[in-house]
């Protein structure tokens, strides 16, 4: 048997309408003082009202730090860190989609430690016996998995995304509310559930930690973003759809937690941290271009055709692994424009004179790259992004 290690959050509540009749006793279980880490759009649409009513009849005290950006920054994360630290949290609570989470994670951590977040930066850096205030994680979005995964990114001040990636940062709570998604527009909720997707095709064919338990995860993924992502589109107002996505997000998020993405992630990176292109819609530009790229190894063309009944639920694929390889990347290029997605770079206003940053920016991903079951060099990078263009 081949030998691995999983690790992942370690309650997860699944449950329409949880984040309301469960989360106030899953806060009071950890502490009285909890500091909400959200942004200004999640509370201008009162996702959080509902909650924090319940809460506070429950007797916890809630403070709400809701200065969150796409792509957090350094200056956000201290911000809210210190929030964190002046009204004395004993339990954080991330709601809202990635950026929300994430910012969350490195707060708890951070609040608790006397250690740099720059020495922070990297694969299991942080201190041994540096503690973290109690975690709970609220997804709003079905997408990033940041609920259950040990990671959180980063942007720096020179616009370069960087990772903290530790078990520390692994959540005590993950609460599944499908209903928290219902409002989501729906340009949010397709390059989210795309993104979804990308974390669990990455983590099937991730070269390096790849394994069984991961495996199972990103195929159940799959069935439940593959059915649904295009309901949840059309019809946003389906409850069962959007709990399923979210479910399937959460599973991803799993999957790439155990066997980490690669080279889509890390191509996506510059596009988001440079120009500001939401995640999700950025590793979306990058998908088929990455994967016919990949598809010159035998084993990711056949892993990827293992995948493509999952992605593209009732279509037709050829008998070759080769062939339907092929087929998929076409298949998910044309599925998010079917789903109002942008796919193009310079549809998101970048130049083509802006390439060339993209690509020797992307190389700085070695952490993603050497997950890629194709050596990305920087000549490769340039003719993915000149493709994408």
């Known amino acids: 048997m081949s030998q691995f290690l999983f ?12 984040s309301t009749t469960k989360l106030p006793g899953l806060v009071r279980s950890s502490g009285r003082r909890a500091l909400v880490v959200t942004d200004k759009p999640i509370r201008k649409l009162g996702l959080l009202d509902a909650s924090v009513a319940a809460m506070e009849a429950n007797g916890v005290d809630v403070h709400i730090y809701d200065g969150v950006q796409e792509d957090p ?10 929030v964190a630290q002046d009204f004395k949290a004993d339990v954080v609570i991330g709601f809202g989609g990635g950026s929300s ?102 983590a099937y064919t991730s070269k390096i930690r790849k394994n069984v338990l991961a495996d199972a995860m990103a195929v159940s993924a799959l069935k439940l973003l593959g059915n649904n992502i295009v309901t949840v589109c059309e019809d946003p107002a ?85 062939e339907t390889a092929a087929m998929l990347a076409d ?6 424009k079917n789903i109002g997605m942008k796919t193009t770079l310079r549809e998101v206003g970048i130049a083509d004179t802006d390439i060339p940053l993209l690509a020797s920016e992307s190389m700085k991903q070695q952490r993603l790259l050497i997950n890629n079951p194709r050596e990305m060099t920087l000549e490769l990078a340039t003719e993915l992004y000149t493709s994408a263009y």
């Open 7 to 18: 690790q992942t959050t370690r309650n997860l509540l699944v449950e329409l309408g949880s």
């Open 73 to 82: 920054s350094t200056s956000v994360v201290f911000e809210c860190t210190k």
């Open 101 to 202: 989470m994430d910012t969350a994670k490195i707060a708890a951590v951070l609040s608790k430690s006397d250690q740099s977040l720059e020495a922070m930066y990297g694969v299991g850096n942080i201190k041994a016996g540096v503690q973290r205030l109690p975690l709970i994680q609220v997804p709003t979005t079905s997408g990033t998995g940041s609920e259950v995964t040990p990671i959180t990114i980063i942007t720096t001040e020179g616009c370069e995304k960087k990772g903290v990636v530790d078990p520390l940062l692994l959540p005590d709570w993950a609460v599944l509310d499908g209903d928290l998604t219902v409002s989501v527009p729906k340009h949010v909720t397709s390059a989210t559930g795309i993104d979804a997707m990308v974390h669990a095709i990455e």
């Open 331 to 336: 298949g998910l290029a044309q599925l998010a």
């Open 238 to 322: 389906n409850r069962q759809a959007r709990s399923d996505m979210l479910l399937g997000s959460c599973f991803a998020g799993i999957a790439f937690a155990n066997s980490p993405v690669a080279a889509v992630h890390a191509l996506a990176y510059p596009i988001g941290s440079h120009f500001h292109v939401p995640h999700g819609l950025s590793n979306a530009l990058m998908l088929p271009h990455v994967m016919r790229a990949n598809m010159t190894v035998a084993e990711c063309s056949k892993q990827y055709a293992e995948l493509a009944p999952y992605c593209l639920p009732g279509s037709s694929f050829a008998d070759s692994d080769e």
